[in-house]
């Protein structure tokens, strides 16, 4: 039996779907997590893997140099897994990984915006202001997430019992998109313009961690 912690920051993506206003934008977020991991070996160089992690989710909407970070949540996750290592008797040992996450759903409100005067969302210049008249911001209805995450990796082996890990983690949402923002009516000037983008929930880490085998 081995336990395990990683961390490192987890790249998150956000995505065009709509929009005639270029210049704005939603920007990729770098954001913290952290894993605690049990492994049973199942053979010299197979691990089952369970993990209990906590990340957190910004959002970030950006015109031209103006952006206006919005802090979510963070979102606790479980995951089950296998870990294939290769060269077994050398002190450094790539592997291959393949996990499935389930994630909890952010605690984010539904935000819905009508007003013919307009609600300002990101200042473009010291004399204009982007102006949402219409427009959601949603959070999925799901109430949890899947998410499937290959992993690849080296350990390094210290002693007999601490092992030091590096990883890369491409993390595919299964489900429904994380957020989603829909702005039907934005008013930049005299001019009308529509937005609709979304976090996928997708995300890209590197984690760093230690290992240390019970017996």
Not at 27 to 46: A, C, H, M, V, W
Not at 74 to 86: A, P, Q, R, T
Request: charged share 20%; proline share 4%; hydrophobic share 40%.
């Amino acid at each position: 039996m081995i336990l395990g912690i990683e961390l490192g920051p987890a790249m998150q993506f956000g995505n065009i779907d709509q929009s005639n206003l270029q210049g704005l934008t939603l920007k990729n977020t770098l954001n913290p997590q952290i894993r605690f991991n049990g492994y049973l070996e199942l053979s010299d160089n197979l691990r089952l893997k369970t993990g209990l992690g906590l990340m957190t989710y910004s959002t970030n909407i950006a015109f031209r140099e103006f952006s206006d970070p919005v802090l979510i949540r963070e979102v606790s996750n479980i995951s089950l897994g296998l870990e294939k290592e290769f060269l077994s008797k050398r002190k450094l040992r790539p592997f291959l990984g393949l996990d499935i996450f389930v994630q909890s759903r952010p605690k984010m409100n539904k935000v819905e915006f009508n007003s013919s005067e307009g609600i300002k969302l990101i200042p473009a210049s010291e004399t204009q202001n982007i102006l949402v008249n219409q427009g959601t911001v949603t959070v999925s209805s799901s109430s949890v997430f899947l998410y499937l995450t290959p992993s690849i990796g080296f350990n390094y082996q210290l002693s007999n019992k601490i092992i030091a890990g590096l990883s890369g983690t491409y993390g595919w949402n299964l489900t429904d998109p994380l957020i989603i923002f829909d702005y039907s009516t934005l008013t930049l000037g005299e001019r009308n313009y529509s937005f609709k983008g979304s976090y996928s929930g997708d995300f890209l880490s590197v984690l760093v961690g230690l290992k240390y085998r019970l017996k």
